[in-house]
């Protein structure tokens, strides 16, 4: 009974040829988040979604981007993958509400990409 | 100043010893605290959640003190698949469902 399920697992890319990386969820949680995790680092959040509204962080390259077309399903897109972009990509669902709860954060296995 | 910070360790304790994480934020605005877990090239998994009075999940306890801004989380009698990094996790400024992780405390424990 996945909840957060990521394909690929693995992704191995060349430089500069873009990659798709899809998540899915089973939650029905209206917030999706896409994470950047490096080796020995906290996750870095890229950007989210609250419902159909996208909401990146100052500090993400224009190089990722992502899409959501239905609550179950969102993608993250790099378009020109550089070295420096292979890492564990984390994707999460919450549902934010009145409770402390709501707002724990569930997570995919992760796809590790490789850039050669 | 990291908004989140923890010692990264290596905590290499025996098994059946306590051992204590702290972690401390710099947003005193801040709501929401989690303790996560996560395992070597593995996803990170809510332990559990932080609460104002504190809270207790079989061997784990946390505490949160506001005052200090820091949470703690103590592992009594530790076992081997105790063995992983724990993660501090803190809401953002901005918004009370993005939140900041810390670098992890790695914790290995040893027969």
């Known amino acids: 009974d996945a909840m957060v399920i990521q394909n690929p697992r693995y992704q191995v890319t060349q430089f500069g040829k873009p990659v798709t990386l899809s998540c899915s969820q089973t939650l029905n949680h209206n917030v999706m988040y896409w994470y950047q995790q490096k080796s020995s680092q906290a996750p870095k959040l890229l950007f989210h979604y609250y419902d159909k509204d996208f909401n990146n962080e100052a500090d993400t390259p224009d190089n990722f981007q992502s899409r959501r077309p239905n609550t179950s399903f969102c993608f993250l897109d790099i378009r020109s993958p550089g070295l420096g972009d292979a890492a564990m990509y984390l994707c999460a669902t919450s549902s934010p509400g009145a409770a402390l709860s709501s707002y724990e954060q569930y997570f995919g296995p992760g796809t590790r990409l490789t850039v050669t | 100043r990291k908004e989140v910070e923890q010692d990264p360790g290596p905590f290499n304790v025996p098994e059946g010893a306590t051992v204590a994480f702290n972690c401390t934020y710099s947003n005193s605005a801040s709501q929401s605290f989690f303790w996560y877990r996560q395992d070597c090239r593995k996803e990170p998994k809510l332990l559990m959640s932080v609460y104002s009075s504190g809270n207790e999940d079989g061997r784990f306890t946390a505490q949160l003190n506001r005052a200090s801004q820091y949470i703690s989380l103590l592992i009594r009698d530790s076992k081997l698949s105790d063995s992983a990094t724990y993660l501090c996790?803190?809401?953002?400024?901005?918004?009370?469902?993005?939140?900041?992780f810390g670098s992890g405390t790695r914790l290995l424990v040893r027969p």
């Open positions: 996790v803190v809401n953002h400024q901005d918004s009370s469902y993005k939140l900041i």
